[in-house]
């Protein structure tokens, strides 16, 4: 008999975002398993795994509260791909992505615990959700340790509600203090208090990095196993020659002072170019560029933002470059945030076939990761830049001698299969 497995999440599970992306990669070609999927947003899912799905929306809540029409909808996905199409839905995504911009900018944590409060008082826990969870019978819950709050409660009820077996996801550091400040302070307090008893419910933690691992594991008192996206290597090829001029790309966000670190990138490679274009950099991103990412970032023919693409042609992107990257901010702030992170981005670069570069302190989880990988170039120190880009571009062999060493490495250590095959293990024992 088949196996029914609930994933929940903030966002949809669609290809084109981090969290749907490394959905599919965990869960893609698994055998005698149907998926569905709970999402909390306005945007719709999109991937080849799961059979269905159950959306609460903001909006829904709002309804719910005036007008009295039950939050949460079932959704095929006919219903899905007719509603892609329709005017109504595509305004009311855009209005919601503008919302989610400018909420990300600013960082209003009583903007916060307003949208919090919405969801304590929304009633989403209702009939039309019970009837979901109770027709298609779960044996299990997935969902990401993350905020908001409103997310953690919604997977402790639904695992409440079907018995099933819940496993935990923390993808980055969600649990420690980092800021002191009153009113982030007190949120933070809440959230900690809403995943601690998230874990405590869960049946099994997993961690994305080495050292959030061994840290949170004395937090919850519980192992959590280390679990890192899976690479694919079906379509790649062994690179034969250097691109002229050489390629730099980077696919990820700039948040985090990331763009910062790029901006350095973007000088160094200007400088190298004051006799004739011998490198570019090319930057994919989601990120709204503003007026001063636009200064820092674009710089004609040496560096551009190229803006957002389908995760696909992102992937035949890398696989074109010479050399793809990886960034981490030196700044106090960015790396309390991001030490124990693992970026889903570096496995995206692992199974590029390209070589890799990283830029970054060597106290964050990622890039004390890559020091370890044959072949990787890291760069901890941003004096170093100039000289290391300069040295790439007048010993151009290195990028196919390192890329060759790096995709053995990725091979052993994160080949797709094998991540799936331990994953459905630990499912079903």
């Known amino acids: 008999m088949k196996k029914n497995i609930l994933v929940i999440s903030t966002s949809p599970w669609n290809d084109t975002n981090s969290s749907g992306n490394t959905f599919s990669n965990f869960f893609g070609n698994w055998d005698n398993t149907n998926f569905y999927s709970i999402f909390l947003r306005q945007d719709l899912p999109q991937n080849l795994v799961c059979k269905g799905y159950f959306q609460i929306t903001e909006k829904q809540l709002v309804k719910q509260l005036l007008c009295q029409k039950k939050a949460g909808r079932t959704m095929s996905k006919d219903e899905i791909n007719a509603l892609e199409k329709s005017l109504n839905h595509i305004k009311s995504r855009e209005t919601e992505r503008k919302f989610l911009n400018f ?24 009939q039309n959700l019970d009837d979901f969870l109770l027709q298609n019978k779960f044996d299990y819950v997935f969902a990401f340790a993350a905020e908001p709050i409103y997310l953690q409660s919604i997977v402790q009820y639904c695992q409440k509600k079907t018995n099933a077996k819940l496993f935990l996801f923390f993808a980055d550091d969600i649990y420690t203090y980092k800021s002191f ?44 196993k280390l679990l890192y996206k899976g690479c694919e290597f079906k379509h790649i090829k062994s690179k034969l020659s250097v691109s002229t001029p050489i390629k730099l790309s980077y696919a990820g966000n700039l948040y985090y002072g990331r763009w910062k670190v790029l901006e350095l990138i973007a000088d160094a490679v200007e400088k190298i170019n004051h006799n004739g274009i011998n490198m570019i950099l090319e930057i994919y991103t989601t990120t709204t560029i503003t007026s001063e990412l636009d200064t820092a970032l674009n710089r004609g023919e040496s560096s551009k933002v190229m803006g957002e693409k ?51 302190p060597d106290s964050v989880s990622s890039i004390k990761y890559l020091q370890k990988v044959d072949g990787a170039i890291v760069i901890t120190e941003l004096a170093n830049i100039h000289r290391v880009l300069t040295d790439l571009a007048e010993n151009k062999s290195q990028a196919l001698e390192r890329a060759k060493l790096t995709n053995k490495y990725a091979r052993h250590f994160h080949e797709i299969n094998n991540v799936r095959q331990h994953l459905q293990a630990d499912f079903t024992h």
């Open 103 to 126: 909420f990300r900018k600013n960082r209003s944590y009583l903007a916060i615990f307003a949208r919090e409060l919405l969801w304590k008082i929304g009633r989403w826990n209702n």
């Open 181 to 224: 400040r009153p009113v982030r302070l007190l949120y933070k307090m809440f959230l900690r208090h809403s995943i601690a008893k998230s874990a405590k419910q869960a049946d099994k933690l997993y961690g994305a990095s080495i050292e959030l691992c061994k840290e949170y594991a004395n937090h919850f008192n519980k192992e959590i």
């Open 310 to 360: 389908p995760y696909d042609e992102i992937k035949e992107i890398l696989a074109d470059s010479d050399f793809v990257l990886h960034v981490e901010s030196f700044g106090k702030k960015e790396i309390a945030k991001t030490r124990l992170s693992f970026s889903t981005k570096i496995i995206d670069c692992l199974q590029s076939g390209s070589c890799i570069m990283a830029v970054g």
